[in-house]
């Protein structure tokens, strides 16, 4: 019933459209989201949703990372390692959705020039174009968008020793940080997502973009100690990883044409 309930758009529309209209630019606007927009924040949940099983090894070293660095105590008791393992998800998705303030920043810049209807129809095809680059990565047909993630590897080389700095962990705060700076880690498809973002043509939505693609990321990372063998087999499979990749690139065909989506808002 709630995996249900987030696949749904309408949850969408009722979840974030009180964030946005909370933004004095935005008091004037209508209280519904329009369909394109409500579908970017459905179309980076699933991204988030099937890009943690290729992210899996990864989310899960640090996570390790962060629960070996806690007290035995805390470690044996679920009850006691769940508020860490939350508070870091926490920082780890606020990151995602400054990343998100910040592009749309970026995006309403660069595009100015070229008119509001050229610069974002430009975005929705380059973000389309990076999106199935994804979607073939992840069904193992694309390797090389790997190096997408060296994007990122300039800034990370400054914030990887504060991050460290906040190991071992000893308190809530602690983990919030930790999970703020390590949401910074160069991710390949953490960037698509961003370029998924950057098309919503508003700041606000695009944070809140991120944000619905950090949820989505949430039942991988999660799974970390719980259902970790499941999760791992899933990723592990050719046929599955083949769905995943082919889904994401039907979403980067839904990005660049939203009206092809078969589900419309009334």
């Not at 998100?100 to 974002?120: C, N, Y």
């Not at 930790?178 to 997502?193: D, H, K, N, S």
């Amino acid at each position: 019933m709630i995996f249900e309930q987030l696949l749904n758009p309408q949850f969408w529309n009722e979840l974030l459209s009180p964030l946005v209209n909370a933004v004095p630019e935005h008091a004037h606007h209508s209280r519904t989201l329009t369909s394109e927009f409500t579908h970017s924040y459905f179309v980076a949940f699933i991204m988030g949703l099937f890009s943690s099983m290729h992210c899996l090894g990864m989310c899960g070293s640090i996570i390790g990372t962060l629960t070996l660095s806690l007290d035995t105590h805390i470690r044996q008791q679920k009850a006691r390692l769940m508020p860490y393992v939350f508070t870091y998800n926490v920082g780890r998705i606020s990151s995602y959705a400054l990343a998100g303030l910040l592009v749309g920043l970026i995006e309403s810049i660069l595009t100015t020039p070229l008119g509001e209807g050229h610069g974002h129809r430009y975005l929705q095809i380059f973000s389309a174009i990076i999106m199935a680059g994804a979607g073939l990565h992840i069904a193992g047909l694309f390797p090389r968008f790997a190096y997408l993630e060296k994007i990122g590897i300039a800034l990370w080389r400054t914030l990887q020793p504060i991050a460290h700095r906040f190991i071992p962990v000893k308190t809530l705060s602690q983990s919030l940080f930790f999970g703020m700076i390590w949401g910074w880690l160069p991710c390949g498809l953490v960037y698509t997502a961003l370029a998924l973002a950057a098309t919503t043509g508003d700041i606000a939505r695009s944070g809140l973009t991120m944000l619905a693609f950090g949820i989505g990321t949430l039942p991988a990372v999660f799974s970390v100690g719980i259902i970790t063998s499941l999760m791992t087999r899933l990723a592990r499979m050719k046929v599955f990883r083949l769905f995943a990749g082919l889904l994401l690139i039907v979403l980067a065909a839904f990005a660049v044409q939203p009206e092809l989506i078969p589900l419309k808002m009334h």
